[in-house]
């Protein structure tokens, strides 16, 4: 990977995730079971080692969401490796309705003890907690809706939007939402990079044109045919420096400012654009 995407400048923690944790900490003692929504594309990536601790000792189940957006068979690949590590997994489109009703099927089995427990003492109606963690940007809200199978809770278009904690109540379910939180520093530098391809860190903290560079030299070396068929790219082209690989690309949609420069700035914004709307197919960025 190359290193277009400034490791320093996407080291971040602004005070919101900070406090959003410690709720979660406080939180997490009552509610029964987690869900922690993870990104299809970049299931690893997506995984927050802050939430990953503080979730540890309660029932939770994996849920990679925009399935939709992702490879399925790196899909079926990412639920084996949960499954064999013991964690129920399952694979999620929240843009779908009744998306829930697996999800649903999913959390009851794995607090089938706690409601026998319950039911034995009489208990049975009482009401199921769920706290769902992730990353910004992950699907939160939309995925809420989908447990619903109605438009209860208002989907917010940007990452990193400050937002409350907040109770829905879903038939059975008491569904706890929580703002989307990132980590204060990250592993590596894919990780960022692939956090920030997605749009899981907010795009003004960052340079779209070294974003879009990373991004170029990803495909290219993932899924050179794709990029190169989305853009019309010859053999030669695919071989081009990053900067001037985007500015080929901005070439080839007729992207040029006066005396005939390419507007690098618009292709870096149509290139991670279409690739965060799976418009060079469905693609996921790791494997197990
Ligand atoms: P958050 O609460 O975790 O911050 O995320 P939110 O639900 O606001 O979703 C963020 C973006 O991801 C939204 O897109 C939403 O539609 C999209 N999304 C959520 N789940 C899925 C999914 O399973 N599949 C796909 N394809 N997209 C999903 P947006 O472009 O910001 O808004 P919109 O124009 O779609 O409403």
Redesign the pocket.
């Given at each position: 990977m190359s290193e277009n995407v400034n490791h320093k400048n996407i080291q971040w923690f602004p005070g919101h995730m900070a406090r959003t944790l410690r709720v979660m900490e406080q939180e997490v003692r009552h509610v029964d079971v987690v869900l922690i929504?993870l990104d299809a594309r970049i299931p690893r990536s997506s995984l927050n080692p802050e939430i990953e601790r503080i979730t540890a000792g309660k029932p939770h189940l994996y849920l990679l969401?925009?399935?939709?957006?992702a490879d399925p068979d790196a899909t079926a690949q990412w639920v084996r490796y949960f499954t064999r590590n013991g964690d129920a997994c399952l694979a999620?489109?929240?843009?779908k309705r009744s998306g829930g009703v697996p999800v649903r099927k999913a959390i009851d089995e794995e607090l089938a003890g706690l409601l026998a427990r319950r039911a034995g003492k009489g208990m049975s109606g009482a009401r199921i907690r769920v706290m769902l963690a992730?990353i910004?940007?992950?699907?939160?809200?939309?995925?809420i809706n989908s447990f619903a199978g109605s438009a209860r809770a208002k989907?917010?278009?940007r990452?990193g939007v400050t937002r409350g904690k907040q109770w829905v109540a879903v038939d059975g379910y008491d569904l706890l939402d929580m703002p989307?939180v990132l980590w204060k520093k990250f592993d590596s530098l894919e990780t960022a990079s692939n956090l920030a391809f997605i749009g899981s860190i907010k795009d003004d903290i960052l340079d779209v044109e070294s974003l879009a560079m990373s991004l170029a030299d990803e495909m290219r070396r993932m899924h050179p045919d794709r990029l190169a068929e989305r853009y019309k790219l010859s053999a030669e082209d695919l071989e081009l420096e990053p900067y001037e690989l985007l500015e080929q690309i901005g070439r080839r949609r007729g992207m040029l400012m006066s005396g005939g420069v390419v507007d690098t700035e618009r292709a870096a914004r149509v290139l991670v654009d279409e690739f965060r709307a799976a418009k060079m197919g469905r693609i996921t960025l790791e494997r197990p």
């Open positions: 929504l969401n925009k399935a939709d957006l999620v489109n929240s843009k992730g910004p940007n992950v699907g939160k809200s939309t995925f989907a917010e278009d990452p989307g």
